[in-house]
């Protein structure tokens, strides 16, 4: 089995307040739903896996854009909102943080008497993955989080996560069942990240006669190996910076959504009536559904959708937020009864932000644009965990900005 890739995220104490969460889990399913109806569920797996992915897809649902709360609520919202409705979308998540995770092999076996499916062979690769990168790998990462995705083929996916207290860092592991060779012989293409000393790593090649005297686990042979593990590492610094974000990507969103009139694209009408924010939104929810792997390299330009709940790089703008789960929401129902035009307008947003980009040339002013959004967060119903945004100067009751 491969290790399709993992990131190394700062540890960050907060909490998920109920006007995110309720949020997240509605955009993220609607997300969901987008690429299944586009690519099919193999593809909603396959971008599972791809850690650079799942990051952008935490920034776009307005979680802190580098911490390690991404995977807990990521996973939550996705729990929450997919399993009601998984015998339709063919999508199963199992287990969870802490005690959740370890009611993951009991969560499986009543999946599998349910669905059908080899539940013995489905907990055995949930207990091994974690074993591996728990124990087998002692990296200084303890686990805490484990969570195992179903598709209705019997393809699977593992998204889990250790922390060292030491370093102050969490590790996201990714597992991919499509990279399927062995559990006990190589499994990762590469670990990549903070260099942790000499550590044990019992699923080394070299330690072979080792592996053999202490487990007798799989029999299978090697498979093909990755050409590169997808992997970040995120810095600790808590702000996005203009050197987080690939500048001319950004610039051409914004040039989308600021500069161009949407009338001048004839295949983006029947988004009319959206405002230059909701547009910006859009095109990044676009990009997270209809990207491809090579346009993730920098999760943190997809914070500037939908901001990040600590006001990093700005509040979170409900109305934009709720205008653009609205617009999804349609574009889904409208397509589930065979019209598909505004599902091919949304799709069209990111296409035309990739042609534009090939000739754009940047002149954003990163602390500018992070200033007006600040700036203008209060028009747009702008909330972090410490409350709503004010508008700037404003003083009400003794009430200081939230933002320098």
Not at 94 to 123: M, N, W
Not at 237 to 248: F, I, T
Request: hydrophobic share 35%; glycine share 10%; with cysteine.
């Amino acid at each position: 089995m491969k290790n399709s890739g993992y990131a190394d995220l700062p540890l960050h104490n907060g909490r998920v307040p109920l006007w995110l969460a309720q949020r997240m889990s509605t955009l993220g399913k609607a997300i969901v739903e987008s690429i299944i109806l586009n690519y099919g569920r193999d593809e909603v797996m396959r971008r599972l896996s791809d850690p650079l992915w799942f990051q952008s897809l935490g920034c776009v649902l307005g979680m802190d854009w580098h911490s390690s709360g991404i995977t807990t609520s990521v996973m939550g919202a996705l729990k929450k909102s997919l399993n009601p409705v998984a015998a339709d979308l063919g999508i199963y998540i199992c287990g969870g943080r802490g005690k959740h995770s370890r009611q993951t092999p009991d969560e499986l076996i009543l999946l599998a008497d349910k669905v059908g499916f080899d539940g013995d062979y489905l907990v055995r690769c949930s207990k091994l993955s974690a074993k591996i990168d728990n124990t087998a790998i002692q990296d200084g990462f303890q686990l805490y989080l484990h969570s195992f995705v179903v598709s209705a083929e019997g393809n699977w996916v593992v998204v889990q996560q250790g922390m060292n207290g030491t370093s102050g860092m969490a590790r996201r592991y990714h597992w991919h069942s499509g990279q399927f060779g062995s559990f006990v012989n190589e499994p990762h293409s590469a670990v990549c990240g903070i260099n942790q000393g000499k550590i044990m790593n019992l699923v080394a090649n070299e330690a072979g006669k080792t592996r053999q005297s202490v487990l007798e686990l799989t029999k299978e042979e090697p498979g093909r190996m990755l050409p590169e593990v997808r992997k970040i590492l995120m810095p600790r610094h808590h702000d996005v910076r203009a050197k987080d974000v690939n500048l001319k990507r950004l610039g051409t969103v914004l040039a989308l959504s600021r500069e161009r009139d949407v009338k001048d694209f004839e295949s983006l009408i029947l988004l009319e009536g959206l405002g230059p924010r909701t547009l910006q939104s859009l095109v990044l929810v676009s990009e997270v559904i209809h990207g491809t792997p090579t346009r993730f390299t920098d999760p943190a330009r997809f914070s500037f959708a939908h901001g990040g709940k600590d006001g990093h790089p700005f509040p979170v703008p409900l109305t934009v937020y709720d205008e653009t789960i609205r617009m999804m929401r349609k574009s889904i129902n409208d397509a589930k009864i065979g019209h598909y035009d505004k599902q091919r307008a949304v799709k069209k947003l990111s296409q035309v932000a990739a042609k534009l980009e090939d000739s754009f040339q940047p002149n954003t002013n990163f602390n500018k644009v992070v200033a007006k959004e600040r700036a203008e967060s209060y028009k747009y119903g702008g909330m972090t965990v410490d409350g709503p945004a004010i508008p700037p100067g404003a003083s009400a009751s003794g009430q200081m900005q939230l933002f320098d």
